[in-house]
């Protein structure tokens, strides 16, 4: 069977009414189209249409919304009592529980109901959309439409490819979302599709430094956060999303595929879901969530008096880093007639102290090498607009050598974490992590480099996609920080991807654009 291209799609059936179901039947809605909404449990799916209009109507109380366009939006929304009255439908959306015999069952018995060229997709966050289509007459049919919580608010759409899925199911797909106002990314039906796999690096990393007592929970944040540009730092979002489900995620990506380290899982985490300090919703996780109690605080630099004045000499490549550029420019620092060697790392020389970009090897190692009073600096999404900035130093340092870079970093405005040495520091692994973990779903042909790096930023906000990012340092730069890693850890966690090696030799390049 051959699904047309020009189906026109104006009815939506959604089966389950819990939170993506009622809010992919708001999304379909507020597009114009006439929306059926089935749940086996009419309580469940009567209190949450209940909770939409409530949350709709609220809207037009605080001005964001019209009265008229609200009264529209919850009138296309129609209940059906029972799977055949959803036979009209050109496209079903199934929203149930992520049990595959379930979803197996409801999509074998809507083939006898629904007319041939009804779409059905599945919006399963981690099941195989082969393993669900395989039992259908017609598989070609059914495809993943993945949507994020909430689904009225984030942009991302996953449209996930089964192994018998038609190009003409994912082709209107595609133009459905896009008609929803969301941003469509297409992949193949690989375990944790493109965001759930590329993402697990960014809990990962920060777990492990948790693990090896690098900080407390306050200030690795904060590193990520405040220091790096991310949106939120890994633990307060593992707290928010629950690390029961969090967890969950991780387990069943690190044995699907094959236990390999790339997605070990984090004792300490799954102590806290045997504790159940789920998070925010058990009021406990890696913060305490009482009203009475006040939030722990980073551990940041204490301020510190220059006794006399810096001089600031600039080495390496800063053409990677403009805002940094600007940010030493706004404060009396140019890089006019600097050795600027476009393969060698950016480095500031104050003083008789050598400030470096973390690299994936001790500071105390490059101390040692270079026989002069080292400091590592982390990355930033943006030198400019981050408030703070990372720091490690090397042992052989004196505490005058070590409050010579605090108070640099501190006369460009800046709080100052200081880390123990700590290879790549964190945010430099993390993003390093994400870049290979991208650069495999290209190499092994589950999305494209421009899909993957849109998943990234409009799925979980990242401040860059993983590869831009990567093109950005450079990938020899990339490259180096992982095989660095490798030889410190000595296991295979941060074993270069091939393609990063291609890229690296400049035997290969990608094909994307940077977003916005």
Not at 273 to 292: C, M, T, W
Not at 297 to 302: E, F, V
Not at 463 to 490: D, F, I, M, N
């Amino acid at each position: 069977m051959t699904l047309p291209l020009n189906l026109t799609i104006n009815t939506i059936a959604v089966i389950g009414a819990g939170t993506m179901g009622i809010g992919i039947a708001q999304v379909a809605a507020s597009a114009g189209l006439r929306v059926l909404l089935f749940d086996v449990n009419q309580e469940v799916l009567q209190h949450s249409l209940t909770e939409m209009a409530k949350r709709l109507h609220k809207r037009v109380e605080q001005g964001k919304a019209q009265t008229a366009t609200t009264i529209e939006l919850i009138n296309r929304i129609t209940v059906a009592e029972s799977l055949p009255e959803l036979s009209e439908a050109q496209l079903v959306i199934e929203a149930v529980a992520e049990k595959l015999d379930i979803k197996q069952a409801i999509f074998g018995e809507l083939e006898g109901i629904c007319s041939e060229k009804t779409i059905f997709a599945s919006n399963t966050s981690s099941l195989s959309i082969t393993a669900i289509a395989c039992q259908l007459t017609h598989p070609e049919r059914l495809a993943g439409l993945h949507f994020f919580n909430p689904a009225p608010v984030m942009k991302l759409v996953e449209v996930i490819r089964g192994l018998e899925t038609s190009d003409s199911a994912i082709k209107q797909l595609q133009e459905l979302t896009l008609l929803f106002g969301k941003v469509p990314v297409v992949c193949r039906s690989t375990p944790g599709f493109i965001v759930n796999r590329v993402a697990r690096p960014f809990y990962a990393e920060t777990l492990r430094a948790l693990e090896e007592q690098v900080g407390t929970p306050a200030t690795l944040d904060c590193a990520i956060r405040d220091a790096g540009g991310f949106a939120m730092g890994p633990l307060q979002l593992m707290d928010l999303i629950g690390h029961d489900v969090n967890y969950a995620v991780t387990e069943s990506m690190f044995q699907a595929f094959g236990y390999d380290s790339r997605f070990q899982t984090s004792f300490m985490q799954l102590e806290l879901v045997q504790a159940k300090h789920l998070g925010r919703k058990s009021k406990q996780g890696f913060y305490h969530y009482d009203d009475n109690q006040a939030q722990p605080t980073p551990s940041l630099a204490a301020n510190v008096a220059i006794s006399q004045p810096q001089t600031v000499k600039v080495r390496g490549d800063w053409q990677i880093f403009p805002e940094f550029v600007q940010l030493l420019s706004e404060n009396g620092i140019s890089l006019e007639g600097s050795e600027q060697a476009h393969n060698h790392s950016p480095t500031l020389i104050v003083n008789d102290v050598i400030i470096m970009l973390a690299n994936g090897k001790f500071a105390s190692s490059h101390a040692q090498a270079l026989g002069q009073a080292v400091v590592q600096f982390d990355l930033s999404a943006n030198y400019h607009t981050a408030t703070t900035v990372t720091l490690c130093c090397a042992a052989q340092n004196s505490t005058q050598q070590n409050q010579c870079a605090i108070a640099f970093f501190q006369s460009l405005g800046k709080n100052v974490i200081v880390l123990p040495d700590y290879p790549a520091l964190l945010v430099m692994r993390t993003v390093a992590m994400l870049c290979n973990e991208a650069l495999d779903i290209v190499n092994k042909g589950v999305a494209t480099a421009q899909d993957t790096d849109k998943a990234m930023c409009f799925g979980v906000n990242y401040p860059k996609g993983p590869l831009a990012w990567g093109a950005q340092l450079g990938w020899r730069r990339v490259l180096s920080v992982l095989e660095h890693l490798t030889q410190c850890y000595g296991d295979n966690r941060y074993r270069p991807n091939p393609l990063l090696r291609q890229l690296a030799a400049g035997y290969q390049s990608l094909s994307f654009k940077e977003l916005p």
